[in-house]
T-cell receptor
Framework: GQNIDQPTEMTATEGAIVQINCTYQTSGFNGLFWYQQHAGEAPTFLSYNVLDGLEEKGRFSSFLSRSKGYSYLLLKELQMKDSASYLCAVTDSNYQLIWGAGTKLIIKP | GAVVSQHPSWVICKSGTSVKIECRSLDFQATTMFWYRQFPKQSLMLMATSNEGSKATYEQGVEKDKFLINHASLTLSTLTVTSAHPEDSSFYIC????????????FGPGTRLTVL
């Protein structure tokens, strides 16, 4: 079967760094996405990894290891507005998006 | 570019009525659109894949006669929830695949449906 695992909830302090992990087992792999979703809103695109390594985009970075079926999203200099759910999603061999359950990130002052 | 809109953004209806939700790609043509449902504190659940000019492909457990999907043009897909019941109350989100990208999906803002 297809499976994506990520922690249900994480808490971090404003100004700190947090790493959200995602592991996956899918039928085929055509890339991994990270989306941010605030409560009551649709997901917004954060990053896309298809090759191994680190992709950096401002305060957010995403890492992928295809051999390990593993990715992480790194958020630096945390701000209160970063409180949201972070969704890991993998595109399988049919280019279908397989979604993780999401990680709710709580930022405390 | 790559903007997707949804209408309405929220709707309240009585049990037994039908509700139509529109999803439009505003600045690109989308041969494939997706309909998701999201219950509170849960992740997105794919309901169906909508292909322009052909029948939608429904995920297991989704009733095709209850959730009617029409993708009549390259910029518009509609989802009709027929004979809605309170358990259909949810956040419905559409997304569209951009022709220049065979991987990324662009999401609409979502429609909050409440069935009384």
């Amino acid at each position: 079967g297809q499976n994506i695992d990520q922690p249900t909830e994480m808490t971090a302090t404003e100004g700190a760094i947090v790493q959200i992990n995602c592991t996956y087992q899918t039928s085929g792999f055509n890339g991994l996405f990270w989306y941010q979703q605030h409560a009551g809103e649709a997901p917004t695109f954060l990053s896309y990894n298809v090759l191994d390594g680190l992709e950096e985009k401002g305060r957010f970075s995403s890492f992928l290891s295809r051999s390990k079926g593993y990715s992480y999203l790194l958020l630096k200099e945390l701000q209160m507005k970063d409180s949201a759910s972070y969704l890991c999603a993998v595109t399988d061999s049919n280019y279908q998006l397989i979604w993780g359950a999401g990680t709710k990130l709580i930022i405390k002052p | 570019g790559a903007v997707v809109s949804q209408h309405p953004s929220w709707v309240i209806c009585k049990s037994g009525t039908s509700v139509k939700i529109e999803c439009r790609s505003l600045d690109f043509q989308a041969t494939t659109m997706f309909w998701y449902r999201q219950f509170p504190k849960q992740s997105l659940m794919l309901m169906a894949t909508s292909n322009e000019g052909s029948k939608a492909t429904y995920e297991q457990g989704v009733e095709k006669d209850k959730f009617l999907i029409n993708h009549a043009s390259l910029t518009l897909s509609t989802l009709t929830v027929t004979s809605a019941h309170p358990e259909d109350s949810s956040f419905y989100i559409c997304s569209a695949r951009h022709p220049g990208s065979d991987h990324e999906q662009f999401f609409g803002p979502g429609t909050r449906l409440t069935v009384l």
